[in-house]
């Protein structure tokens, strides 16, 4: 298999991933608090981090400046932590329509943020996506709140950082 291909198939299974943490999350913060529901997260997180390092560590991870990792982690942080007390609040469909449009954000945020330039053929793939992302999912649009735009710009001061 090429390195392509398996990074291809990597990609996809951390969708599926995610997409099912989010379903068990919803889950839990139906019969506990948000923060105790992230709490138990974290532990089963830090325990398949773990078992995945001790599978496939190869080497020393790159070295970065300590000030920049700490900054990165406070505000991954901050992101999850936002991103799972919103997923308490707010509907599954409308939290997965938001989370499967962050290439549409990013793209947006590199335009006006890193003053990247953004070609048209990106654009309309971001598009594209989230028209179809919308299309299978159809949220209701008085699901969309304060806890929507809470779900939507947690990755972003991540992203931006690095």
Not at 124 to 145: E, N
């Amino acid at each position: 298999m090429t390195p392509t291909t398996r990074g291809i198939l990597a990609m996809s299974a951390s969708v599926v991933v995610f997409i099912f943490n989010d379903a068990l999350i919803k889950l839990a913060a139906e019969t506990m608090p948000p923060m105790q529901a992230i709490g138990l997260r974290g532990v089963f997180a830090t325990m398949w981090c773990g078992f995945a390092l001790l599978l496939w560590a190869s080497g020393p991870c790159p070295s970065h400046p300590p000030s920049v990792v700490a900054l990165r982690g406070l505000l991954e942080a901050t992101a999850a932590i936002s991103y799972l007390v919103a997923l308490a609040y707010i509907p599954f469909a409308i939290a997965t329509a938001v989370n499967l449009s962050t290439p549409l954000f990013l793209a947006a945020l590199a335009v006006l943020l890193l003053k990247e330039t953004v070609g048209w053929r990106r654009w309309s793939r971001d598009r594209r996506g989230f028209a179809g992302v919308l299309m299978v999912i159809q949220p209701r649009t008085g699901d969309v709140g304060i806890w929507t735009w809470l779900w939507s710009s947690r990755r972003w001061p991540a992203r931006c950082a690095t």
